[in-house]
């Protein structure tokens, strides 16, 4: 059986990882699917579509960052979310709850072509991480990983009944787009108790490969803001490179962190002002956890 060397299989892990990008019609569906308490109260199920422009922001040899915004109305930019695919990568930082994030050494397990794919937020503070391997089958390409996170805003917004979702991620990318498979566990976590599972639920978002004219406004306002966080992310590695377990504050003095973000970029200053302002805003935000 022909057996695809590692530089081979990399160039196709690179195919794979940029195939997600370009101007996507998307369709966001989860459904709750068990539960081990019988009298437990499924939720209604989640529908909703959108529009992104996804794009290549940076690459290296063994990086590949991309870049997710979000168009609404045509004529509203979100800032969406980020994911950095790196090639095995040893450092690994993994959510353990409210937002207190676990730094592991993963050198040993030596996954031989494994890339770990790093989500970030709208701030660009880190999400959740998983490792895995793509396969490359019958014009298909696959990654997979399971990694706990943070609840996202379609949970957050309006349900406290548990407090880590654990992600069972599975990416399918075809010339036409691309297929985000989940299988969640909803998880409630106590410090020094076995994790409780709450409900599990299945989720589908399809990502279709449309018109780049339906992302033309969101490609003019990255233009417009990409600089600024570009100084953003530089300060986010200050932290990451520390390798150390750490804890994001939610508030400080009764704000959160996007709106020092917000004020920052709003006084249009220079890009070393910007880090140096950013640098302070996080030593107030991001407590390190010493020994762990």
């Not at 979702?165 to 036409?176: E, L, P, Y």
Request: with cysteine.
């Amino acid at each position: 059986m022909f057996s695809m060397g590692v530089s081979a299989q990399k160039a196709e892990d690179l195919k794979a990882i940029k195939g997600q990008c370009g101007c996507m019609d998307i369709t966001f569906q989860y459904a709750e699917t068990f539960a081990p308490d019988t009298t437990y109260e499924f939720h209604e199920r989640y529908l909703e579509h959108a529009t992104e422009y996804v794009f290549v922001l940076e690459e290296s040899a063994n990086k590949v960052v991309i870049q997710h915004l979000l168009a609404i109305n045509d004529t509203m930019v979100v800032k969406h979310w980020r994911e950095d695919w790196t090639y095995r990568d040893p450092h690994l930082i993994s959510f353990n709850t409210a937002n207190d994030f676990r730094y592991t050494n993963i050198a040993k397990t030596n996954f031989k072509n494994g890339w770990t794919q790093k989500v970030y937020g709208t701030q660009d503070e880190l999400r959740y991480a998983g490792t895995g391997e793509w396969a490359h089958v019958n014009g298909k390409s696959v990654w997979e990983s399971t990694a706990d996170a943070a609840l996202p805003r379609r949970e957050y917004s309006h349900r406290k009944d548990y407090n880590v979702m654990r992600r069972g991620n599975r990416i399918h990318v075809t010339d036409k787009g691309y297929l985000h498979e989940q299988d969640n566990d909803k998880i409630i976590r106590t410090e020094g108790k076995a994790d409780v599972l709450l409900a599990s639920e299945k989720g589908y978002n399809g990502y279709v490969l449309s018109d780049m004219s339906k992302c033309a406004s969101t490609k003019a306002w990255w233009e417009k803001n990409k600089a600024y966080w570009s100084d953003v992310r530089a300060a986010w590695d200050k932290v990451e490179n520390e390798h150390k377990s750490f804890t994001i504050k939610s508030k400080v003095d009764d704000q959160r962190l996007g709106s020092f973000f917000y004020n920052i970029n709003k006084e249009n200053l220079s890009s070393a002002e910007n880090r140096e302002k950013l640098d302070a805003v996080l030593k107030d935000f991001v407590v390190y956890e010493e020994g762990i």
